[in-house]
Structures are given as structure tokens and as C-alpha cells.
């Protein structure tokens, strides 16, 4: 299987003094199943590498590709600063 672009964010606030919310969503959309969501915790100064599009799970009949949504939920104060950077195969 070929390599899936990919994406890091780094954080350079600090949550609980800086801000509150904004934390960092994935979103697994999956055939035939309800999406699953989860939030990545992150402190300050921490880095997430993550699938931009689709990443393979290993199923009952092989590897399939699954969706991948990335986001931020609802900055509810302060200001929240991160750095991105997308890594992919551009020729």
C-alpha cells in the first residue's frame, strides 16, 4: 500500500492559561458504521503526525481505506496558536 499524505500540527499554547476548547479532532468515517470521533490532548509544545484523507485499516476480508476528517472544536477563550505542516508527495 502506498504511503497516504500526512500532516503534523504543533502547539505552541498553552491549554488551560492560554485558551479553553480548541482541542484537536479526528474524525474516522467508516462503511456501513457510525463515524468515529476522537480529541487528541494536547499540551504545549506537543506534535501530532496524522492521515489527511484516508489512512488502511485491517478488516475481516483485508485492508480497506478509510475517510479521515481533521479539526478544532470551539475555541471557548483565550487565543490558540499552532503550527501546520502537510507532508505529501507533490509530483
Do not use: W
Not at 497516504?4 to 500540527?9: L, M, T, Y
Request: glycine content about 12%; overall charge positive.
Amino acid at each position: 500500500m502506498t504511503a497516504e499524505p500526512s500532516s503534523r500540527g504543533a502547539r505552541s499554547a498553552n491549554p488551560g492559561a492560554d485558551f479553553a476548547g480548541g482541542e484537536f479532532v479526528l474524525t474516522e468515517q467508516r462503511p456501513r458504521m457510525q463515524s468515529r470521533p476522537e480529541v487528541i490532548p494536547l499540551g504545549q509544545g506537543d506534535a501530532v503526525i496524522f492521515a489527511v484523507h484516508h489512512r488502511p485499516v485491517q478488516g475481516t476480508r483485508g485492508v480497506y481505506r478509510v475517510n479521515m476528517r481533521h479539526g478544532v472544536s470551539r475555541l471557548l477563550s483565550g487565543h490558540r496558536h499552532t503550527l501546520g505542516i502537510i507532508f505529501h508527495d507533490a509530483a
